[in-house]
């Protein structure tokens, strides 16, 4: 099974910051990536597929990127609509596998 | 508008069985895959079953393979998962999702409902 690590667990930062979250894929994954927000008691939402593709309707503060085998979402010019859980997904084969999660809070 | 509404969550004792409903509305139900994530009370994500738009063919990871059923009645634009065997880890929300083809990202998300394996 492909292992999706993801970092930092946790983070916290201010109003206006850019945060970068990554996740390292255990394998080749291509550019098989998405990426979730979930907010608290709701069901995810997606922000990136293909691993850099904007989904529609999301503020183009978001973006994602690639390099080898780790992939990035980076959020520029945090705002406290941003605060959430972000999840990311490979769907290069099965099983789907998920990274574990990196809960965002702005201080 | 797309909207998908899961239902069938509840209370069950450890080894007896349950089954979800996921009804779709709003896009060709016939002409996507779908899914179901859990999601287990403060943990992360886990893809449980995938379907494809006939029926025809199905994927599980191996935690739930051989317990669990997914299958869709497109008629009634309808996704089930039959959960036998049911062991406390499978305790979670379930989402119901939206794919595209073999292999894809998940586009839409229903609300969830919550299955509670206890005695």
């Known amino acids: 099974d492909i292992q999706m690590t993801q970092s930092p667990s946790s983070m916290s930062a201010s109003l206006g910051d850019t945060v970068t979250i990554t996740c390292l894929a255990s394998q080749d994954i291509g550019n098989y990536l998405s990426w979730y927000q979930q907010k608290p008691g709701k069901s995810p939402k997606l922000m990136i597929y293909?691993?850099?593709n904007l989904e529609d309707g999301v503020p183009s503060r978001f973006s994602g990127s690639r390099s080898g085998s780790d992939y990035s979402l980076t959020i520029n010019s945090l705002g406290y609509d941003d605060e959430g859980i972000y999840h990311c997904h490979q769907y290069y084969e099965y099983p789907l596998t998920f990274g574990g999660g990196t809960k965002l809070e702005l201080k | 508008e797309v909207q998908l509404v899961e239902s069938g969550g509840g209370l069950v004792q450890p080894g007896r069985s349950l089954k979800l409903s996921c009804a779709a509305s709003g896009f060709t139900f016939s002409n996507y895959y779908m899914a179901w994530v859990r999601q287990a009370p403060k943990k992360g994500l886990e893809w449980v079953a995938t379907?494809?738009?006939?029926?025809?063919?199905?994927y599980y990871p191996d935690s739930v393979k051989g317990r669990f059923t997914i299958s869709r009645d497109n008629a009634k634009s309808s996704l089930y998962l039959q959960m036998n065997s049911l062991k406390s880890e499978d305790t979670a929300t379930y989402y119901c999702?939206?794919?595209?083809?073999?292999?894809?990202?998940?586009?839409?998300w229903g609300q969830g409902t919550l299955v509670t394996v206890s005695s």
């Open positions: 379907i494809s738009t006939s029926g025809s063919r199905t």
């Open positions: 999702a939206r794919s595209g083809v073999v292999l894809n990202w998940f586009a839409y």
């Open positions: 293909g691993a850099t």
